[in-house]
C-alpha cells in the first residue's frame, strides 16, 4: 500500500491470471504472447515485468527459461489475505480501479479489527483471547487512537486516504465514491452547528463557513463497511 506503481503492477497481473488457465504458466511465452493474454500491449508488459519479478510475482523456468509462471498471490499467513472476487477482473483497467477502491477498503478493515479487539479485551470469557487483544490495543493507546479501551473515531480526511494508498486527494475522491457506489462501505458526514446570530457570513476563526445565524465545522468524514464486505476483508493487522 503506498506505491501506485507497485499497485498498477499486481492489477496487471491479477488480470493476467485471471485469462490463464489453473496452472497460471505459459509456455514458450514471449512478451507478445503475454500481453496478447492480458489484453494490453507488449510495452506494458515489459514496463511490469521487472517490478514482477523483484517482488517475487512472476519467476521463468524451463531449459531454456521460456516458461513463464505467476506465483501464488495469496500469504499463507490468513489474516493477510483479503477475497478479491468483487473485483472487476475484466481488462487491466477495471482491476486497478477496483483494487484501489479496495485498498481504501483496507484502512477500514483496520478500524474494525481494532474494535473488535477492544470487544474482546473487555468482554471475552478466555484469558488467552484477553492477553492477546490487550496487548493489541496497547499499541493503539500508545498512538493516541484509544483510552481505557474506547475507541476514538477521528474520521478520515480524503488527503490522509490518499497518504495511505499513495494517491493524491483529487483521486482519492473518486477511489471513495467508487468504494460507495459499489456498496462496499457508507459515508457519514459531521457538521458541528453553533448559534452565532447576526454573524452574517462573515469569516470567524475556527468555523470552516458562517451563515445568516450560525457557524458551521465540517469535520472529517467516517466510513461504515457493509457487512458482507467486512467479512470478507479478513482482518489487517499492524
Not at 90 to 108: A, G, H, M, P, T
Not at 212 to 231: P, Q, W
Request: net charge positive.
Amino acid at each position: 500500500m503506498g506505491n501506485k506503481t507497485n499497485i498498477k503492477a499486481v492489477s496487471l497481473l491479477i488480470a493476467l491470471k485471471n485469462n490463464l488457465d489453473k496452472t497460471s504458466s505459459i509456455k514458450e511465452a514471449s512478451q507478445n504472447k503475454i500481453a496478447e493474454i492480458a489484453g494490453v500491449s507488449p510495452n506494458t508488459i515489459k514496463r511490469y515485468m521487472p517490478i514482477w519479478v523483484r517482488l517475487g510475482l512472476v519467476e521463468w523456468k524451463g531449459k531454456n527459461k521460456n516458461i513463464f509462471i505467476v506465483n501464488r498471490l495469496s500469504s499463507k499467513t490468513r489474516h493477510r489475505n483479503i477475497d478479491l472476487s468483487r473485483l472487476d477482473m475484466s481488462s487491466f483497467k477495471n482491476v486497478y480501479e477496483s483494487l484501489r477502491s479496495f485498498l481504501f477498503l483496507v484502512i477500514l478493515s483496520c478500524k474494525e479489527l481494532v474494535k473488535r479487539m477492544i470487544r474482546i479485551a473487555t468482554q471475552s470469557n478466555s484469558t488467552k483471547e484477553i492477553k492477546e487483544a490487550r496487548k493489541f490495543c496497547n499499541r493503539y493507546a500508545e498512538r493516541g487512537e484509544m483510552q481505557d479501551f474506547e475507541y476514538r473515531e477521528h474520521g478520515i480526511s480524503y488527503s490522509k486516504i490518499g497518504e495511505k494508498i499513495g494517491f493524491c486527494k483529487r483521486m482519492a475522491v473518486k477511489i471513495v465514491s467508487k468504494a460507495i457506489k459499489n456498496g462496499w462501505c457508507r459515508k457519514e458526514t459531521h457538521f458541528e452547528r453553533t448559534y452565532m446570530p447576526m454573524v452574517n457570513c462573515m469569516y470567524v476563526e475556527g468555523f470552516t463557513f458562517t451563515t445568516n445565524n450560525y457557524g458551521f465545522k465540517v469535520l472529517a468524514n467516517t466510513y461504515r463497511l457493509n457487512r458482507n464486505i467486512s467479512m470478507a476483508l479478513i482482518g489487517c493487522k499492524k
